[in-house]
């Protein structure tokens, strides 16, 4: 299963720059960097490493079968995000 962050993000990117696989968006140098709420996680490239979790200073990122039930929406927002990013 994927990884999911949740509204606790704040975006500070550390977990962007340890991603092997550059599954967690945007990105510091995407024009939608500024104007996001929080990071995403392609649950559709992401590989299960769970290297973002340790680096999260907020613990904003779950596995999605392990989300707690307040954030257990958040999978879809993720998924969302790049599914809106790709068109």
Same mark, same amino acid.
């Given at each position: 299963?994927? /990884?999911?962050?949740? !509204? %606790? *993000?704040?975006?500070?990117?550390?977990? @962007? &720059?340890? #991603? $092997? +696989?550059?599954? =967690?968006?945007?990105?510091?140098?995407?024009?939608?960097?500024?104007?996001?709420?929080?990071? /995403?996680?392609?649950? !559709? %490239? *992401?590989?299960?490493?769970?290297?973002? @979790? &340790?680096? #999260? $200073? +907020?613990?904003? =990122?779950?596995?999605?079968?392990?989300?707690?039930?307040?954030?257990?929406?958040?999978?879809?927002?993720?998924?969302?995000?790049?599914?809106?990013?790709?068109?």
């Amino acid at each position: 299963m994927a /990884y999911v962050i949740t !509204a %606790a *993000c704040v975006a500070d990117s550390s977990c @962007v &720059d340890i #991603c $092997p +696989v550059d599954c =967690i968006g945007p990105r510091p140098d995407d024009p939608a960097y500024d104007d996001t709420e929080q990071l /995403y996680i392609d649950p !559709a %490239a *992401c590989i299960d490493c769970a290297a973002c @979790v &340790d680096v #999260c $200073p +907020v613990l904003a =990122i779950y596995e999605a079968g392990a989300l707690p039930l307040k954030w257990q929406h958040y999978a879809a927002i993720n998924r969302q995000y790049f599914r809106e990013s790709e068109s």
